[in-house]
């Protein structure tokens, strides 16, 4: 069963922008939360986490361009990124720790559920 449901995902050009979306059917409200990126040949890498606090946590490469957010009423997690560049470009994954911290969420291990993905595409 799907838990994690990403979209939003699509094609832009640079410096441009696009709002991920995630509906998560196992929500939690303290549990972590983060948005992760892979492309073909390179490990799957994450951009963006939030705690239960919804402290967040950005990937250096994202800061000051990227928002991660959450909405308790809608179980779903965002990701706005703005200033987008082609080195941005990937798989965007939504995961869910099913554990919470007052800290970085990359500190409780590997996120226990995973959606499918959506592309991003960034043309320059």
């Known amino acids: 069963q799907v838990e994690l449901v990403e979209s939003g995902g699509g094609s832009v050009q640079a410096g441009g922008s696009l709002r991920l979306s995630c509906e998560d059917s196992?929500?939690?409200?303290?549990?972590?939360m983060g948005w992760f990126r892979q492309n073909p040949g390179k490990e799957r890498e994450i951009v963006a986490s939030?705690?239960?606090?919804?402290?967040?946590t950005y990937a250096d490469s994202v800061k000051g361009r990227f928002t991660i957010s959450k909405d308790n009423d809608k179980r779903t997690l965002y990701l706005q990124m703005n200033s987008l560049k082609s080195e941005d470009a990937g798989i965007y994954y939504c995961?869910?720790?099913?554990?919470?911290?007052?800290?970085?969420?990359?500190?409780?291990?590997?996120?226990?559920?995973w959606g499918q993905g959506t592309q991003v595409t960034v043309s320059s």
């Open positions: 995961a869910r720790w099913n554990t919470w911290t007052w800290g970085n969420c990359a500190s409780q291990g590997p996120p226990a559920r």
């Open positions: 196992g929500y939690v409200w303290n549990n972590c």
């Open positions: 939030i705690n239960m606090h919804d402290n967040p």
